[in-house]
Nanobody, 131 residues
Framework: QVQLVESGGGSVQTGGSLALSCAAS??????????LAWFRQAPGKEREGVAA???????GYEDSVKGRFTVSKDNANNTLYLQMSSLRPEDTAMYYC???????????????????????WGQGTQVTVSS
């Protein structure tokens, strides 16, 4: 059974940094076919993909976070990370890590990830950026 547990959220002022972690179990994240991603959902808005990384380490980002967020993974510890810097109030959201067992779900279509392809989700961690 795949389980994902996020940690590292919190509150920060505009321009600050935060790092999120997602510990995975029941799946080997170094597997080529595994796609891991971070999504976020702000109050009153739809959930959106933020960043994704394939088993081969190839990454992709939503346009508004490019150059500010970095997704990475530690295969030895089976952990996914999201390093966030230059945070803005519009980054305020609940952040979720998710896993798909299909490499194709790491592709971006019309600047979005295929959320339906991600069968496994963490419980979420709150990120709040104040101005």
């Amino acid at each position: 059974q795949v389980q994902l547990v996020e940690s590292g959220g919190g509150s920060v002022q505009t321009g600050g940094s935060l790092a999120l972690s997602c510990a995975a179990s029941g799946v080997i994240i170094s597997t080529y076919s595994v796609c891991l991603a971070w999504f976020r959902q702000a109050p009153g808005k739809e959930r959106e993909g933020v960043a994704a990384i394939g088993g081969d380490g190839v990454t992709g980002y939503e346009d508004s976070v490019k150059g500010r967020f970095t997704v990475s993974k530690d295969n030895a510890n089976n952990t996914l990370y999201l390093q966030m810097s230059s945070l803005r109030p519009e980054d305020t959201a609940m952040y979720y890590c998710a896993a798909s067992l299909r490499r194709a779900d790491c592709r971006w279509y019309a600047r979005q990830l295929n959320q339906a392809g991600f069968n496994y989700w963490g419980q979420g961690t709150q990120v709040t950026v104040s101005s």
